[in-house]
């Protein structure tokens, strides 16, 4: 066996890698986490953010860090801004 087929049995032997259960809290600036925001770990199964949650989220980060502004780039097939 190679060195390479067995780093690779050894690494699809591992254990799966769990979403952690708790993010670290704000960042310093007062950034919010994307667990803060949305109440659960990103990549929870079964629970992608929806439209109105990314959004919300986009405009506290751009409210938390005014260098990095949010922009409209044009509207979504919705009619709705996109971000």
Request: no cysteine; hydrophobic share 45%; charged share 15%.
């Amino acid at each position: 066996m190679s060195v390479f087929a067995g780093l690779l049995a050894a690494l699809l032997s591992a254990a799966p890698a769990q979403a952690p259960t708790q993010a670290p809290t704000s960042a310093a600036g007062g950034v919010p986490s994307p667990l803060e925001h949305l109440g659960r770990p990103v990549g929870t199964n079964f629970e992608l953010a929806d439209y109105a949650e990314v959004i919300a989220y986009s405009e506290r980060l751009a409210a938390a860090r005014p260098n990095a502004p949010l922009e409209t780039a044009g509207q979504t097939t919705e009619g709705r801004a996109l971000r």
